[in-house]
């Protein structure tokens, strides 16, 4: 277990890392308008959003060990829980975080108890195949427009504060990811946490140990599917639009991409994972035009070697493989 340490080593190269990371994410705001360049600040949003949903994902990937294709679904469920309300003038945070949270709960619940009877390739196709269903009910809502997609009417309001402004919305983003990593580390820490992390070791022990495993995932399930519903409203509020595309199979397999770059099983590694997958999604096509402008479209080739490597060289990603 000592991939799993139960206390932080404050002088680590996985903490410091962590403490620089957040100190600079939570300066950010301020440094981009003393420089004026807002632009980074809603980048850095959508990078923290992405976290938060790989953070999600990595509570029953990297410490569960299921393989879930099918993540994105619960995104789509967030930002379709701000769009239509607004459509109708619901505005409140309160109301569409409500709405975003129960609707996740219990599709999730029904999907959990579905595809956790399987495991392997079949618990993947299963996980695969909601988020597919889920994908192509969103397209036929015709009435919220449908492959269009829906524009949000205006973004959340939370009472004392409301989302219309870029930086309160990148901090609220700040806010969920703290939250969500705490949470993270406390429930992989606990008893629940063991169970769960022992499960992935070996599932057939733990059920001999008498810890009923199947409710222990299905928790787990439950709760990555929530923290990703919160990441849709983030998303949906930042953008200003929900789309079907937003629970599209390759959004759940660039969320699985994130946690294993980051570090497979770590708190911290989807946060790490996030910020180099997506600050290379937004530099490559302009290095790529300005060094080889022949070849600008095919800047992917050059992020799937970079990923390859990572896999090949840091088996446990790169915040991984500090040692903690």
Same mark, same amino acid.
Request: with cysteine; hydrophobic share 60%; net charge positive.
């Given at each position: $277990? ?32 003393? @420089?004026?360049?807002?632009y ?8 923290l ?6 953070? +999600? ?8 060990? $299921? ?26 945070? &309160?109301?569409? #975080? ?5 609707? /996740?709960?219990?599709?999730?619940? %029904? ?13 993947? $196709?299963? /996980?695969?195949?909601?988020?597919? $269903?889920? &994908? ?8 919220? %427009? ?18 219309s402004?870029? #930086?309160t ?13 705490y ?23 733990a ?5 009923p ?16 519903? #919160?990441? %849709? ?5 930042? /953008? ?22 980051g ?8 946060? #790490? ?30 992020? +799937? ?11 446990? %990603?790169? @915040? ?5």
């Open positions: $277990m000592k991939f799993f340490p139960t206390a932080i080593t404050w002088s680590s190269p996985r903490a410091i890392t962590a403490i620089i990371v957040l100190t600079a994410l939570a300066v950010l705001p301020w440094v981009a308008a003393a @420089f004026d360049a807002n980074y600040v809603s980048l850095t949003t959508r990078i959003i992405y976290a938060l949903a790989a953070i +999600g994902l990595n509570l029953i990937l990297g410490f569960g060990g $299921m393989v879930s294709l099918g993540h994105a679904m619960y995104v789509l469920l967030g930002a379709y829980a701000v769009a239509i309300p607004a459509s109708h003038g619901v505005t409140s945070g &309160f109301t569409q #975080v409500a709405i975003a949270v129960s609707s /996740t709960a219990l599709l999730a619940a %029904g999907v959990g108890a579905v595809s956790l009877r399987t495991t392997g390739i079949a618990f993947i $196709m299963i /996980t695969l195949a909601f988020a597919q $269903m889920l &994908f192509f009910g969103a397209v036929s809502l015709k009435d919220y %427009g449908g492959d269009d997609g829906l524009t949000v009417a205006s973004r959340s309001s939370f009472g004392l504060f409301d989302l402004n870029n #930086v919305l990148y901090y609220a983003a700040f806010v969920a990811v703290l939250v969500a990593l949470l993270s580390w406390r429930a992989v820490l606990s008893p629940f946490g063991l169970v769960l992390r022992g499960s992935k070791a070996n599932a057939r022990r059920i001999a140990l008498g810890h495993i199947f409710q222990y995932q299905l928790v787990a399930y439950i709760a990555s599917a929530i923290v990703c519903a #919160v990441a %849709g409203v983030l998303l949906a509020n930042l /953008t200003l639009f929900a789309s079907p595309s937003y629970g599209a199979w390759t959004v759940s397999g660039e969320l699985i991409v994130i946690v294993i770059l570090g497979l099983g770590t708190v911290f590694g989807p946060v #790490v994972g996030a910020i180099i997958l997506l600050v290379l999604e937004e530099a490559l096509p302009t290095l790529v035009e300005l060094v080889l402008p022949d070849y600008k479209s095919n800047w992917m080739l050059l992020l +799937g070697l970079f990923i390859f490597v990572v896999a090949l060289v840091l088996k446990r %990603g790169v @915040f991984g493989s500090l040692k903690p």
